[in-house]
């Protein structure tokens, strides 16, 4: 119940593309919903992030999309560009709570 | 503002040396401090998180140890180092219901 299992592991688009990420969640307690970016070498940083009341939220090119009843969240980067090849990663936890259980991350690819 | 200090970048060290990773924040009282490990295709282990001076729990029993002795700062320490310990190293913090922030991180390869 404490496992984020996100997908795809690698992805690799064209400039322009589309791509997303999912991520599932057993945990019906977790009401915070975090997408991190992470470059070669660095520590990860905060992307975007959502809270259970909303089914989608955006923030320039990068759009969270979540599904409460299938417990599923995901992330779509718009016109997608060489600079956003980096590794993302999901999290979740409730609220207040101590610790944000990660997923796995997802190394992304944009090819110029 | 607040930062995070996390020292040093990079550390090679011989099977069975001891360890100890320094992580400190700036601008903030009383934060809730985390050290994650990230190895290749695991993503954020979380190891250890403190929610106050001595308060340390353990996520994953390993070889590994951590020690908050000043409300700011948070170490990671080993008494003898194991291959599989190689990684990076991540320190972080968390104010009250909001994002953690993570410092620039620990390449820790054990030889």
């Known amino acids: 119940q404490q496992q984020v299992k996100q997908s795809p592991q690698s992805l690799i688009v064209q400039k322009g593309g589309i791509p997303i990420i999912n991520c599932a969640y057993e945990?019906?307690?977790?009401?915070?919903f975090p997408w991190y970016q992470q470059f070669p070498g660095k520590g990860p940083a905060l992307l975007i992030a959502i809270r259970p009341d909303v089914s989608e939220k955006k923030e320039g090119r990068f759009t969270i999309s979540f599904n409460k009843s299938a417990k599923q969240f995901s992330l779509h980067i718009m016109d997608s560009q060489p600079g956003d090849s980096a590794t993302y990663f999901c999290a979740a936890n409730r609220w207040g709570g101590t610790a944000l259980i990660f997923g796995k991350g997802t190394t992304l690819s944009v090819s110029s | 503002s607040q930062t995070i200090h996390q020292w040093p970048a990079t550390l090679v060290q011989p099977v069975g040396s001891p360890l100890s990773l320094e992580c400190t924040v700036e601008g903030t009282s009383n934060p809730n401090l985390y050290w994650y490990r990230q190895a290749a295709g695991r993503g954020l282990q979380l190891l250890f998180y403190s929610v106050g001076i001595g308060q340390i729990s353990s996520e994953v029993p390993q070889n590994l140890s951590a020690s908050r002795p000043q409300d700011r700062q948070f170490i990671l320490s080993s008494k003898k180092l194991l291959l599989s310990d190689s990684g990076f190293y991540l320190c972080?913090?968390?104010?009250?219901?909001?994002?953690?922030?993570f410092g620039q991180g620990t390449r820790l390869t054990v030889v």
């Open positions: 972080a913090w968390r104010p009250q219901n909001t994002e953690a922030f």
């Open positions: 945990n019906t307690a977790f009401d915070y």
